[in-house]
Each structure stands twice: as structure tokens, then as C-alpha cells.
């Protein structure tokens, strides 16, 4: 059972920038789609970004589009999400989400079997 730890989550000014990752207690995240999802208060929980780590495939949101960037390092211990330019908006728990994964695209409407705890977010407006 892959169980799935978030972090990096944080207080930030608007316009500047936080870094999230996303591992793999005791696997690695090799042959998986990762994506990240946020749920700010009083709203749906929102896909924001996926990766194939096999792939390399990934695809994001509109809102985040330019702004945000997810990769993963060598070994696919982890996933990251590089968040730059972030807004008010921005707000929410970010949770990242896994299921095994073969294919070099990472498509919208993935059902994901794991997610690991979330991460807070915080931008002042």
C-alpha cells in the first residue's frame, strides 16, 4: 500500500513563491501519475497539475498554467510542485494524489488510488 507524504506548505506574500513535494513512504513513485489538487475554504477540491512520472507527461490547470510547474527528481522518490506567482487565490490544502501508471501522457480525469495528508497554503491578501 503506498502511502503518500506531502509537504512545504506555508505562508507566502503574494508574488512569491513556495516548493511542494510529494513522497513515496518506503516506494518510489516510479511508473506512477502524481497529481496535486487543492481545497480552499468553502470550495471543491480542484485538479491542478498531473505528472507521468515514467513519461514525463504532465498537464495542469488553466488557473495555475505558467505559474506552476511539477517534476520529479532522478531516483522518482518525489514529485514537486514549483508554485511562482502565487495569489490570494492560491489559497487552500494542497494534497498530491497517486496511481500506478504506464502510459507518457498524464490526462485529465485520472481516479486516483492513493493521497497523502495535505499541506496548507496561505497567501494574504
Known amino acids: 500500500q503506498l502511502q503518500l507524504v506531502a509537504s512545504g506548505g506555508g505562508l507566502v506574500q503574494p508574488g512569491g513563491s513556495l516548493t511542494l513535494s510529494c513522497g513515496g513512504s518506503?516506494?518510489?513513485?516510479?511508473?506512477?501519475?502524481v497529481g496535486w489538487f487543492r481545497q480552499a475554504p468553502g470550495k471543491e477540491r480542484e485538479g491542478i497539475s498531473c505528472?507521468?512520472?515514467?513519461?514525463?507527461?504532465?498537464n495542469y490547470a488553466d488557473s495555475v498554467k505558467g505559474r506552476f510547474t511539477t517534476s520529479t527528481d532522478p531516483g522518482k522518490t518525489t514529485v514537486y510542485l514549483q508554485m511562482n506567482g502565487l495569489k490570494p487565490e492560491d489559497i487552500g490544502v494542497y494534497f498530491c494524489a497517486a496511481l500506478q501508471w504506464y502510459a507518457y501522457a498524464c490526462p485529465t480525469g485520472l481516479t486516483f488510488d492513493y493521497w497523502g495528508r495535505g499541506t496548507q497554503v496561505t497567501v494574504p491578501s
Open positions: 518506503g516506494s518510489t513513485l516510479d511508473y506512477y501519475a
Open positions: 505528472i507521468s512520472t515514467n513519461g514525463g507527461g504532465t
